[in-house]
């Protein structure tokens, strides 16, 4: 039976921080407002609490100009 | 903190005390012997009403001052994760309003066919219109209990990530 509060987050590694960072420091609120969502789901994101849709893995990627590879990596 | 979680603590917050209140003052009634009072209908049903109109005048308020210390980027996010943890509380919330929902009907109806069966008659001590009374604002406490496990659930859901 699933845990009440969810399942572990998919070993999804990400370089957001580290996009940001190259992208001038840019920072997460605006990161958040260029791809519709929240901060809150950006810091999620960067600490590897949550794996965004595939959509919005695009449009992160979209934002920085580079492939989606760049941004998420598969660790599993 | 997120809008919606603002929201959803605004809706806790409300919840708890201005329904709490209700069914303090209807437990402290029933405990007085309302249940045989001919009036306890009209009491109770404009208590309720008094609180679902506080209810709505403190969310609208308490949601303005959020709206106004949330960036409009931010309230105008159409966020995944928020939809998602939403999604996933409101699924808990419905299978505890149908489990709540079971238990009193199974409740009602072991207090009805008890009453039936004693040996000296019928003898719930209230009067018929009271026990509907009483049924209805069990189940709307049935309803509130749902909602308020939607939003706990929810924040819960948001604070770990999802």
């Known amino acids: 039976m699933a845990p009440l509060l969810g399942k572990p987050p998919p070993p999804i590694r990400n370089r957001i921080r580290e996009l940001r960072f190259h992208a001038g420091e840019m920072t997460q609120a605006a990161l958040a407002e260029k791809i519709g969502m929240t901060r809150q789901t950006i810091v999620a994101m960067e600490q590897g609490k949550y794996s965004p849709s595939l959509e919005a893995a695009f449009r992160i990627a979209t934002v920085f100009g580079v492939e989606i590879t760049e941004v998420f990596q598969w660790e599993g | ?162």
């Open chain 2, 1 to 162: 903190m997120s809008f919606r979680e603002k929201h959803l603590w605004i809706s806790i917050v409300t919840t708890v005390a201005i329904w709490g209140f209700y069914y303090w003052r209807l437990i402290e009634a029933i405990g007085a012997g309302g249940l045989t009072d001919p009036r306890f209908a009209f009491l109770t049903g404009g208590l309720f009403i008094g609180c679902l109109v506080v209810v709505s005048v403190v969310e609208i308020i308490l949601t303005l001052l959020a709206t106004a210390t949330t960036r409009k980027a931010e309230r105008e996010a159409r966020d995944e994760r928020e939809l998602l943890a939403s999604l996933k509380a409101s699924h808990v919330s419905l299978m505890a309003l149908i489990a709540l929902v079971f238990s009193l009907a199974i409740a009602a109806y072991m207090v009805g066919f008890l009453d039936a069966a004693a040996p000296a008659g019928p003898k719930l001590p209230m009067t018929p219109t009271n026990a509907m009374i009483l049924f209805a604002n069990i189940l709307m406490a049935a309803v509130i209990v749902s909602e308020l496990i939607r939003y706990v659930f929810n924040v819960a859901l948001l604070r770990r990530a999802y």
